[in-house]
């Protein structure tokens, strides 16, 4: 399974952002993804995840409301929208897929590289 993360970029707090991730993986609708940062000196977080459906999600608490996960089986695509961004949201964020369950993070077996996100003040 190859995953491929991009969307990032600069953004000015209160604003929005998309990133995507592309899958190379012809089953890909049968995986649960998930979104996954890293901040500087700080260790990676689980973010957001969706299951295989699209139709169940699962979120951090402070990214509650401003963030939705969602998925595109048909272009192997999953997607976060970031939006109402704050400072503390700049990290390098990843995504991966699982064979299990959308909301444990320790089940996430595949990963792609991440992207950059940063959000000025």
């Known amino acids: 399974v190859q995953l491929q993360a991009s969307g990032g970029g600069l953004v000015q707090a209160g604003g929005s952002l998309r990133l995507s991730c592309a899958v190379s993986?012809?089953?890909?609708?049968?995986?649960?993804m998930g979104w996954f940062r890293q901040a500087p000196g700080k260790e990676r977080e689980f973010v957001a995840g969706?299951?295989?459906?699209?139709?169940?999600?699962w979120y951090e608490d402070s990214v509650k409301g401003r963030f939705t996960i969602s998925r595109d089986n048909a272009k192997n695509t999953v997607f976060l929208q970031m939006s109402s961004v704050k400072p503390e949201d700049t990290a390098v964020y990843y995504c991966?897929?699982?064979?299990?369950?959308?909301?444990?993070?320790?089940?996430?077996?595949?990963w792609g590289q991440g992207t950059l996100v940063t959000v000025s003040s």
């Open positions: 991966a897929a699982s064979r299990t369950d959308y909301r444990i993070a320790s089940l996430y077996d595949y």
């Open positions: 993986e012809r089953t890909f609708s049968t995986y649960d």
């Open positions: 969706v299951g295989w459906s699209g139709l169940s999600t």
